[in-house]
Nanobody, 126 residues
């Protein structure tokens, strides 16, 4: 069974940085993508970024380009999200998720994903 566990959330001031980690386990195949999503209170969940485990391709949502960086350590089955220049609008619960056998390498659409972590809270104060 695939399991995903996020960590690294917390409280940070505007302009600060956080690095989220996603520990993945239970995979018996390499053809998957890991995506980061977030959901702020009263808002729909939105895709932030994804990385393909097989070929390393990466996509970012426009609202994080230049501020967030996704990376992976396949040997450790870890995916990271480095978040810089944080603003209060980045406050949300952040989730990592796995899309099995992704068509197109990955997706920012949450309904494409097959397994989810429990989420980690990121709060950015002004």
């Amino acid at each position: 069974e695939v399991q995903l566990v996020e960590s690294g959330g917390g409280l940070v001031q505007a302009g600060g940085s956080l690095r989220l980690s996603c520990a993945a386990s239970g995979f018996t195949f390499d053809d998957y993508a890991i995506g980061w999503f977030r959901q702020a209170p009263g808002k729909e969940r939105e895709g932030v970024s994804w990385i393909n485990r097989d070929d390393g391709s990466i996509v970012y949502a426009d609202f994080v380009k230049g501020r967030f960086t996704i990376s992976s350590d396949n040997a450790k089955n870890m995916v990271y999200l480095q978040m810089n220049s944080l603003t209060p609008e980045d406050t949300a619960v952040y989730y990592c998720a796995a899309e099995f056998y992704p068509i197109g390498g990955g997706s920012l659409e949450d309904d494409e994903y097959d397994a989810w972590g429990q989420g980690t809270q990121v709060t950015v104060s002004s």
